[in-house]
């Protein structure tokens, strides 16, 4: 029996997204954005790809980026993304979004540019930033409109970047006539910010977090160093983590039976991480890098189909195609 044929002709919205590459995933990662897009990918048509050309504005270690892109692909299908329902690929294999970058960068100004988030940033550190931090926002505006994207889900630190995409299509309609689709932000819950081991956000740059992909003894290691407050019978920050795997109605029950037992709560709170994670780490191993190539590759086809239509149209309005 067919689905209801209503649910099958529904037109799903262009949803897109791009997580930059840069290595071991957190559980905070998991929870604050892979698990969200995996439990909402199918009702949109969902684009994932991997901005590996961003990443090159501050990586330099052509091994590290290739690994890191490779772990990324797999990250996503261990975390349940199956490939065969959204249009996963990487920047770098649709030249169409550099192409379009340098058209948009023609079109913005240099102070505008120059209140970019990045490049703002680096420059208060007193470090010299490179070009490609300058025109970031345009290559992000490029992966963003070549697609006619219609939400982009991101983290609050990319609010920005989504509105400078706005305003480029914008300057595009305007100067060329009505071409791309101006896309709204989706922001992600901050609500849902996991602490890490010191109990402050986990985030890779403090050292504080539970790798996702982890084993069993880096998990350990990591719980067993949850710092616990000296007063009280729960130790906050571990509860905090343990939320994420267990219903506030089975950790009651836990905590209540070992009040004060520090070292048998993080010994459950071991045991529930790894009872989450080994099926997704198993999943993870056996995925090759040919099944890695293969899926990009096919992805790739897709995002170029797309992507080529839309620059055929934009060179000509821009006067390059004779
Ligand atoms: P990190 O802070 O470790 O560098 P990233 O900035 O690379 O992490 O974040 C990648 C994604 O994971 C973002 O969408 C971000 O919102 C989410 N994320 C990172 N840390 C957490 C956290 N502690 N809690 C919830 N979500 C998080
Ligand atoms: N700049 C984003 C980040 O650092 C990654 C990114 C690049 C992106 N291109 C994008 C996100 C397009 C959404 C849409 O997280």
Redesign the pocket.
Known sequence: MAENPSTELRIKLRRLTG??P?GQL?I??Y???LKPFVDEYKNYDSFLFIPDYHALTSLRDPMALRANIVSAVKDYIAVGVDPSGLTLYKQSDIPEHTELAWILDCLVTVPFLMQGHAYKDKVAKGLEPNAGLLTYPMLMAADILLYDTAIVPV?EDQRQHVEYAREAAAKFNTTYGQTFKEPKESI?DTL???PGVDGQ?????YGNTIPLFGTKDEITKAVMSIVTDSSGDKPKHVYAIHKLFKTEAELTELYEANKGKYKALKEALIEDIETFVAPMRERRTSITEDEVKRVLREGGEKAKAIASVKMAGVRKKVGVTL
Request: no cysteine; glycine share 22%; net charge positive.
């Open positions: 997580l930059q840069s957190h905070g990662n929870f604050g954005a983290g992600l849902g910010v996991v956000k986990m985030s890779k740059s």
